[in-house]
């Protein structure tokens, strides 16, 4: 007889894990112990579910590297007991973590799903009910044996997608995140359908590694009409910086300003790791497309290729934290590692 999965609930915070109190009108966390009260509907679920909280669950505006490493050990310390987990978390800084998490986790052979809602648990029309549900269905789905899904992902109305793909576009509809460049990974409908030939190839005999080594000496620089040599400079000279994710325009580009490119290639010969994005909701940076992008492939800006911002900044924290040698760092950050931007064929 085939064994039942053993699915870990990781509640972080958010207005999924909340209820709200009817005769004050006010929003408390949820306990989670009486989890099936809530969702009678679980119990038809073919796995077993436990749940851990954070010891605070926090709103996610509040999520920090400190708890990204938090979470990390929580999946750690429980890695060979379970299956497969559902992390529940607020929505607007989800695909940040989520993103962190995937490069944190290496040789992840287990599914981690996301998932979270825009209304409580406890209201009326609640969209929690459903996302939690198919997220521990995906968690729990197997063949063989062995896991459909081996990958950080996040589910979120119907659609699971890549975590490390993933951007919030709305703050009130239910579809609230997109996967701008790349395809869901599966479709909840009348059937749950996998697309399987989007999954990563996965090495079930490698152990998990977790990398608890974040940097968060780490900027957002977003280039907009008009911005000022101080402005930039001020940012590139931040006290003890070690990256930048640079938001250009269309497919990479930016002035051709020489104080805009002398200030680029002092913070370069610095030691400071400047990463290209586009600044699109999709596409892909092309530099050296246009001439308002050759100067900055020549100087050694990094191509973040298709990479989300969110992405972008998880992926530098990460291999900075690695301590990644400098001749290497441009090749090893514009590599895809954890499915995060598409490969040239």
């Not at 708890?67 to 929580?74: K, Y």
């Not at 969209?127 to 062995?146: F, V």
């Not at 989300?308 to 090893?332: Q, R």
Request: aromatic residues 8%; negative net charge; glycine residues 6%.
């Amino acid at each position: 007889m085939a064994k039942i999965p053993q699915i870990l609930l990781i509640y972080t915070g958010g207005t999924i894990g909340m209820v709200k109190d009817f005769k004050t009108g006010a929003l408390r966390t949820f306990n989670f112990d009486k989890l099936l009260k809530h969702i009678p509907e679980i119990n038809h679920l073919n796995c077993s579910i436990n749940s851990v909280s954070f010891d605070y669950p926090i709103d996610s505006s509040n999520m920090n590297v400190d708890n990204w490493v938090a979470l990390s050990e929580i999946i750690e310390e429980n890695y060979e007991l379970y299956d497969g987990f559902v992390v529940l978390h607020g929505s607007d800084t989800m695909s940040y973590t989520a993103s962190a998490i995937s490069f944190m986790l290496e040789n992840l052979s287990k599914p981690v799903i996301f998932t979270g809602s825009q209304l409580p648990i406890g209201d009326l029309r609640t969209d929690a009910k459903e996302n939690l549900i198919t997220s521990i269905e995906i968690a729990s789905s197997q063949e063989n044996g062995i896991p459909i899904i081996s990958d950080v992902c996040l589910y979120f109305e119907y659609k699971l997608y890549r975590a490390n793909r993933t951007t919030k576009v709305n703050s009130e509809h239910f579809e609230a995140f997109t996967s701008p460049n790349f395809p869901p990974l599966a479709e909840s409908g009348v059937h749950l359908k996998f697309n399987k030939q989007l999954l990563l190839n996965t090495n079930f005999n490698k152990p998990l590694m977790v990398r608890k080594k974040m940097e968060n000496k780490v900027v957002i620089l977003k280039i907009f009409p008009g911005i000022t040599k101080t402005i930039v400079e001020s940012i590139l000279t931040i006290k003890g910086l070690k990256g930048v994710i640079m938001e250009t325009y269309g497919s990479g580009n930016a002035s051709t300003e020489n104080w805009f490119i002398s200030l680029l290639k002092n913070a370069i010969s610095n030691g400071i790791q400047i990463i290209n994005v586009t600044q699109c909701i999709s596409g892909t940076v092309i530099m050296g497309q246009y001439e308002t992008s050759i100067e900055l492939e020549k100087i050694g800006v990094i191509s973040g290729n298709d990479i989300t911002t969110e992405s972008a900044i998880a992926k530098l924290m990460y291999l900075l934290g690695e301590n990644i040698k400098k001749n290497s760092f441009k090749s090893i950050y514009e590599t895809s590692l954890r499915g995060e931007i598409s490969v040239k064929e």
